[in-house]
T-cell receptor, first 113, second 121 residues
Framework: AQKVTQAQTEISVVEKEDVTLDCVYETRDTTYYLFWYKQPPSGELVFLIRRNSFDEQNEISGRYSWNFQKSTSSFNFTITASQVVDSAVYFCALAHAGNMLTFGGGTRLMVKP | GAGVSQSPRYKVTKRGQDVALRCDPISGHVSLYWYRQALGQGPEFLTYFNYEAQQDKSGLPNDRFSAERPEGSISTLTIQRTEQRDSAMYRC???????????????????FGPGTRLLVL
């Protein structure tokens, strides 16, 4: 069975602080995919990133970066110099090829001015 | 191009009524997924289609829930005899499915629609 755990249910930071959202996953598959989605207050689910299990290279996109560690089954997400617009619920998700996503419970990030 | 669309965006119904939720995927997307998201939780898988074929319905909670995608494009999720516990956000997603040289299917990104918020009174 697949499982995704986001232990931090809520994080509050002050603008310009760096913040890391943790994601730990469980799967028996050797080929799998990891995702992060953002759910802003407006409610939609916005895709942020997809990584496959064979690619452990970390990725940076502007203020966002992702750290994939297969040895610890983690796929953490860091926002550098956070902004108020980053306030949202962030979901980590896991899938194997061609199939459904298993989501974590989400982390609510509040960035205060 | 246009994203995934869902209708209605909000639905209030009385217990015992049937409801039909519609999803229009991104043009050309082969796979279509339905999820349900309770307040304060992550989305949970319900069912999915490749073209018109329902591939997996293991997430449907009971036989009051059904889904179809008769022409491989628009899909309808139907809930019969609604109950208060059915109240949730119902999300649809679509993705390309690409077969590799060995026939192995690659996971493609699922893009989500805005959701239908269902309230059963």
């Amino acid at each position: 069975a697949q499982k995704v755990t986001q232990a931090q249910t809520e994080i509050s930071v002050v603008e310009k602080e760096d913040v890391t959202l943790d994601c730990v996953y469980e799967t028996r598959d050797t080929t799998y995919y990891l995702f992060w989605y953002k759910q802003p207050p407006s409610g939609e689910l916005v895709f942020l990133i997809r990584r496959n299990s064979f690619d452990e290279q970390n990725e940076i996109s502007g203020r966002y970066s992702w750290n994939f560690q297969k040895s610890t089954s983690s796929f953490n997400f860091t926002i550098t110099a956070s902004q108020v617009v980053d306030s949202a619920v962030y979901f980590c998700a896991l899938a194997h090829a061609g199939n459904m996503l298993t989501f974590g419970g989400g982390t609510r990030l509040m960035v205060k001015p | 191009g246009a994203g995934v669309s869902q209708s209605p965006r909000y639905k209030v119904t009385k217990r015992g009524q049937d409801v039909a939720l519609r999803c229009d995927p991104i043009s050309g997307h082969v796979s279509l997924y339905w999820y349900r998201q309770a307040l304060g939780q992550g989305p949970e898988f319900l069912t999915y289609f490749n073209y018109e074929a329902q591939q997996d319905k293991s997430g449907l909670p009971n036989d009051r829930f059904s889904a179809e995608r008769p022409e491989g494009s628009i899909s309808t999720l139907t809930i019969q005899r609604t109950e208060q516990r059915d109240s949730a956000m119902y999300r649809c997603a679509s993705s390309l499915v690409r077969g590799g040289a060995s026939g192995v299917v690659r996971q493609e990104t699922q893009y989500f629609g805005p959701g239908t918020r269902l309230l059963v009174l």
